[in-house]
């Protein structure tokens, strides 16, 4: 019983991770459409062939009045389900964000839906989402590239490519590959393996949470009233370890700790689970399941099946990092993520300085979370919204500003200890 609810429901655990060359590169379809409401920007859309008879929507945009070749950058995605727009419910849509911002400035952008995913980030093939690994998400990021350097618009000595997150690892492989990409923008990374970082978040992490915040009187125990009570908090289904996971509704209206787990009497008043021992093994063994292929071939993760994470899980960012010799790096991160530390992109950043890599910057924005919003600054609910308006003029300034100027100064100096 336990095993299968935490097969249920992590989804509440990894929603911050919603908010990472072989064959022909082909368009097999293409096409223009003028019914937008913006009419600085002109649309074309494409069907791409990412070989073995997988084929892709793609959405190019570029400025209306476009007559010369122009720089042109390539969105990748970050884990999960997601189409062109990096759709996330209800209506976040930061890569058509990032991709008008851009094309109203001069850029051609690209981006794609993930193979086996449609519009609003819609499953329209469980087999093959269910069965990808990261190397098929990077062979499809390859082609796409090609696919984009490919168009008649975009000056081929000015690509760039984008990666978020999940997309960050793909986008530092992509790089590494084709040496004509001339900008490498990395947006909430991490330089080691994500294994050891998706440990260190659904346990550590986990952890301190429970003790900070469910664990009001500081005792070492979680309480039954102690874990209902955050029910009442503003989006508690995004907490690190939200009440679902403990309790469960009876049938008779009240409230009981899941089945399986252990619970005890303190002093003699209402049941208790304790924090480094009940707990800790909750999250351990939820740690494990989420790589293990299930029967109904469903997901426990959400966001990525087994396939995918375990050939995830091995990749690191620092071994790449630094063969990304002739690009320029951009490494933007949230001072509050909770899964991606700012620890992580400084570590990049360390690896990078230690290579005598010509051009990099970083920039760290204080109290915002993985999904680069302003969060607060002890939060732990990490929620998605529109990119905000300074972090794109921070792109776009690096982008185009020779000096790497930023369009306001962004403090660096940090106390990472908490988070590192």
């Known amino acids: 019983m336990l095993i ?19 064959g022909v590169y082909a368009t097999t379809t293409a096409y223009e459409d003028s019914s937008s409401n913006n009419r600085t920007i002109r649309h074309r859309y494409l069907t791409i062939d990412l070989g073995e008879g997988i084929q892709t929507d793609a959405e190019l945009t570029m400025p209306v009045l476009a007559n010369r070749s122009l720089p042109a950058i390539l969105l990748i995605h970050g ?17 058509r964000e990032i991709a008008e ?6 850029f051609v952008v690209l981006r794609y839906d993930k193979r086996a995913i449609g519009a609003n980030s819609t499953i329209e093939d469980p087999d093959m989402w ?23 618009e975009v000056d081929k000595d000015n690509i760039s490519v984008l990666g978020v997150s999940q997309g960050s690892w793909i986008a530092t492989r992509v790089a590494a590959d084709n040496p004509f990409v001339k900008n490498v923008l990395l947006l909430s990374s991490g330089a080691e393996k994500w294994g050891d970082l998706m440990n260190t978040y659904l346990i550590n992490t986990t952890l301190q949470y429970t003790r900070e915040i469910l664990d009001t009187n500081h005792d070492g125990f979680v309480s039954l009233s102690e874990v209902v009570a955050t029910e009442n908090t503003p989006y508690w289904t995004l907490a690190p370890l939200p009440s679902i996971m403990l309790v469960e509704n009876s049938t008779g209206g009240s409230y009981r700790f899941v089945e399986g787990l252990e619970t005890m009497e303190l002093d003699g008043e209402e049941e208790v689970i304790q924090i480094d021992t009940t707990v800790r093994g909750l999250l351990e063994q939820r740690f494990q399941l989420i790589f293990a292929d299930t029967e109904d071939r469903s997901c426990p ?28 790096i951009l490494l933007m991160q949230g001072g509050r993520d909770l899964g991606l530390p700012p620890a992580q992109p400084l570590m990049l950043e360390q690896k990078l300085l230690d290579v005598n890599h010509p051009d990099h910057t970083i920039i760290v924005y204080p109290n915002h979370g993985h999904f680069l919003t302003n969060i607060g600054e002890d939060s732990w609910i990490d929620m998605g ?36």
């Open 79 to 95: 884990a999960g389900p997601l189409d062109k727009d990096h759709f996330v419910p209800p209506d976040n849509r930061p890569f």
């Open 301 to 328: 993760f959400v966001v990525m099946c087994p396939p995918m994470l375990r050939t995830y899980a091995e990749l690191d960012n620092l071994s790449v990092i630094g063969n990304i010799s002739s690009s320029s």
């Open 101 to 106: 911002y851009l094309s109203e400035r001069g």
């Open 130 to 152: 269910y069965n990808q690994t990261i190397y098929d998400l990077i062979r499809d990021a390859n082609k796409t590239l090609h696919v984009l350097s490919e168009q008649p």
């Open 385 to 420: 919204g529109p990119i905000p308006h300074y972090i794109l003029e921070d792109m776009y300034s690096w982008l185009t500003d020779p000096d790497r100027k930023r369009s306001r100064q962004t403090d660096v100096s940090l106390d990472l200890s908490a988070l590192a």
């Open 4 to 22: 299968k609810t935490i097969a249920a429901i992590t989804l509440g655990f990894i929603l911050i991770f919603a908010l990472l060359v072989q």
